[in-house]
């Protein structure tokens, strides 16, 4: 198999049919053999009667659904598993992710590259949405031991090393965006102009995205903790040097104020750092929960088309 193109889907019914016919228009010329994997990922609308469709037509379908909605990073490591192709490209289904962009892809990939990431600028999407971006990726590439760029997406093709590298990662909890970056391996970048949503709204609300952000961050590197233990030392000397200077007072005879604002200074302002703080602690023992309990990733409900389907027992 020379190329396998994963796909996961969430309520995508209306974009499927589309896409393979961009894909049928842009990858016979480029490649050899090729299968399209179309996951389901727990899809409410007519996604998985599209994927059976699909597959039934046309011989280098396959689909898997899962037993529910994991999110987008439990259908791509799905995806993933089941790709038999050398060269694996990951695509979103609602025809945001150019097809003809494939081509100049695949070049750089056969041009001694593992990774060949596609990066969108941000025509057409709300400015307040572009500007956190920007803001978000600027702060996170202080903080992470991975580096993040803007624009950049899981809309990738990766050589067979590099999939076997991801797969290689065992955690549940997954953020690709930091995964890929953090294999390492010769990484190319296409830049493209952003397309706008095609049918429905992105799955992604604003809180998924602040969530998504949180992930990112915390996924990477723990220097959270670290500023929290340095800002903990600072607060405690500054706390120290008051006190000193506290009871200095007493001892001159200079006490007596009524103190109520340093009183409701020190009670919030300790208060707000010890709950910041305490979030922050949190979000790492949170993530070592979820990971100690070892579960699967996502489960698989259904498989079909050729080649003879391998029902993945993940993990
Ligand atoms: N997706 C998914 N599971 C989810 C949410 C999204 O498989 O829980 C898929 C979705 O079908 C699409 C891709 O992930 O193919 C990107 O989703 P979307 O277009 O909503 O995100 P955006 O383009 O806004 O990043
Ligand atoms: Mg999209």
Redesign the pocket.
């Known amino acids: 198999m020379d190329l396998s193109v994963v796909?996961?889907?969430?309520?995508?019914e209306r974009?499927l049919a589309e896409l393979r016919d961009e894909l049928n228009a842009v990858l016979p010329a480029l490649v050899g053999q090729y299968e399209v994997v179309l996951?389901?990922?727990?899809?409410s609308d007519g996604?998985l009667d599209e994927a059976r469709r699909l597959s039934t037509l046309d011989p280098r379908y396959r689909y898997l659904s899962l037993s529910r909605?994991?999110?987008?990073e439990?259908?791509?490591l799905a995806g993933l598993r089941e790709a038999t192709g050398e060269r694996v490209l990951i695509?979103?289904?609602?025809l945001?992710h150019p097809a003809w962009l494939i081509g100049d892809m695949l070049a750089l990939l056969g041009a001694g590259h593992d990774q060949v990431v596609a990066r969108r600028d941000r025509h057409g999407e709300p400015r307040v949405r572009s500007l956190l971006s920007k803001l978000y990726y600027v702060g996170v590439n202080k903080l992470a031991d991975v580096r993040l760029e803007d624009g950049v997406?899981?809309f990738r093709v990766l050589s067979r090393r590099a999939v076997d590298a991801v797969l290689a990662l065992p955690e549940t909890n997954r953020f690709s965006k930091g995964l890929f970056a953090w294999i390492g391996y010769p990484t190319a970048t296409v830049p493209y102009r952003n397309v706008t949503?095609k049918y429905?709204?992105?799955?992604?609300s604003f809180g998924r995205l602040v969530n998504y952000g949180i992930d990112g961050v915390v996924s990477f590197n723990s220097t959270p903790l670290r500023a929290a233990i340095y800002l903990g030392g600072a607060v405690t000397l500054l706390a120290f040097l008051y006190a000193v200077y506290v009871i200095a007072c007493a001892l001159t005879g200079h006490s007596g104020a009524p103190g109520y604002a340093t009183l409701i200074v020190g009670i919030t302002g300790f208060g707000g750092m010890q709950l910041l703080l305490l979030g922050v602690v949190g979000e790492y023992v949170g993530r070592i929960y979820l990971e100690s309990k070892q579960r699967p990733a996502y489960f698989v409900k259904e498989a079909g088309g050729a080649p003879a389907p391998r029902m993945v027992v993940p993990r």
Not at 7 to 12: G, I, L, Q, R, Y
Not at 39 to 43: E, I, R
Not at 200 to 204: I, N, P, Q
């Open positions: 796909v996961p889907c969430f309520n995508e974009g996951v389901d990922d727990g899809s996604t909605n994991f999110g987008k439990a259908a791509m695509m979103d289904a609602d945001q997406g899981d949503r429905d709204r992105s799955c992604f």
